[in-house]
């Protein structure tokens, strides 16, 4: 009788279905070593994997293979991908709350706060939230670049130098920098960085340092200037498609606000990291790396004073914002906000930043109501 029933009992267990896995796609349309697509999805899809026991299954696609860099918002709103990392810079016409904001990106020049910062404010702020809602795209978390400073094919080290060079530019506040200076702004996707380079239809790039190794760019930019042209944050690390978003349990939502809180903080340590390893292998290569001259440092120190003046207005004119003054001040008091938090915590500790990002943004955020109201 005993038997019979532990063979009857392994029976029924055998004709259970397995529980479900949920699959879905992901897309970055960085290449892999770059820390949005290595720590942000490739990274993070496993991360996703071992917090979720295996439930939460992302396929990860890299580079522009599945979807191009201007296409990841009407590919998330589509249901192309689930979750796609989108540059807000892109579309500014669809995204103005976003790149409102992002005119303050020549203003800083510390990731670390910033990253925290720009996802406290645009999971919290109701204009952004009402503009994520509005374009169909569900924001779990933030990125930011490092400082992008000017990899050259000739040397731009002062003001006489960068006059009539073409210079990559992702548009916003530095396009308007490079124009005041007697340069050309040319607002092409990072993809398109080497080739323009190599082929001369660019003189100069403005990107992070960690591109001389992770983009090659230190084949054909054999000269760098140390000149912060801000830093980019503008739309959403992770932004969801609302149904696909309504359609997971609250445990499951709970499981992604870790994986973005975690893969925030492994970004940022991976950028700093990948900056210094860029300028050094640059310079063992036989490059050259330069301070700016006195002249180049002054005239971004000026248009920083400036353009944080017109901010308002611009955000007013510009991006059509109504209660801009109201939207500029809270992005302003999360940096603040987020600054404080983070004096006196090691940047490179991973667990700490994850901790304070689950503490001070992702506690706060109810997984059974959150994008789905």
Same mark, same amino acid.
């Given at each position: 009788? %005993? ?30 070593? @770059? ?108 990125? $930011? ?28 506040? @530095?396009?308007?920098? @490079? ?21 001369? $239809? ?71 990291? %990948? ?64 600054? %404080? ?33």
């Amino acid at each position: 009788m %005993k038997n019979l029933i532990r063979i009857t009992a392994l029976a029924g267990l055998m004709a259970a279905p397995a529980a479900a896995e949920t699959t879905f796609i992901a897309n970055s349309f960085y290449d892999g070593a @770059v820390p949005m697509s290595g720590e942000g999805y490739v990274k993070w899809a496993e991360l996703v994997k071992d917090l979720s026991g295996g439930d939460l299954a992302p396929e990860v696609y890299t580079g522009t293979v599945l979807l191009a860099p201007r296409a990841a918002l009407q590919g998330v709103r589509d249901n192309v991908v689930q979750v796609a990392h989108h540059a807000a810079v892109y579309t500014p016409s669809e995204l103005p709350v976003a790149n409102a904001v992002q005119e303050l990106g020549f203003n800083y020049s510390n990731p670390v706060p910033t990253i925290f910062a720009v996802a406290d404010f645009s999971m919290n702020n109701a204009a952004q939230l009402a503009e994520w809602k509005d374009k169909g795209v569900v924001y779990l978390g933030a990125y $930011t670049t490092p400082p992008y400073v000017l990899m050259c094919s000739s040397p731009v080290r002062n003001l006489a130098e960068i006059k009539g060079k073409r210079i990559r530019t992702a548009g916003s506040a @530095v396009s308007v920098w @490079v124009e005041e200076v007697g340069g050309i702004p040319v607002n092409v996707p990072s993809s398109e960085m080497y080739t323009g380079l190599e082929r001369g $239809t660019l003189d100069c790039a403005t990107n992070a340092a960690s591109d001389l190794v992770d983009r090659s760019l230190m084949e054909v930019a054999e000269h760098t200037t140390l000149v912060s042209t801000g830093m980019y944050w503008s739309g959403p690390q992770w932004g969801y498609n609302p149904a696909f978003w309504a359609g997971l349990t609250p445990e499951q939502r709970s499981v992604l606000m870790e994986a973005s809180a975690r893969s925030m903080a492994r970004m940022v340590i991976a950028y700093n990291e %990948k900056v210094q390893n860029g300028l050094e292998a640059s310079k063992a290569a036989g490059g050259n790396v330069y301070e700016p001259e006195d002249d180049l440092a002054a005239s971004l120190a000026s248009f920083r004073e400036k353009s944080l003046s017109s901010v308002y207005d611009k955000a007013r004119d510009q991006y059509g914002l109504e209660n801009a003054e109201e939207v500029v001040d809270d992005f302003l008091a999360a940096m603040d906000k987020w600054e %404080k938090l983070l004096d006196g915590v090691d940047p490179s500790d991973e667990d700490a930043l994850t901790a304070l990002a689950m503490q001070e943004i992702f506690s706060k955020i109810d997984p059974a109501t959150y994008g789905v109201d």
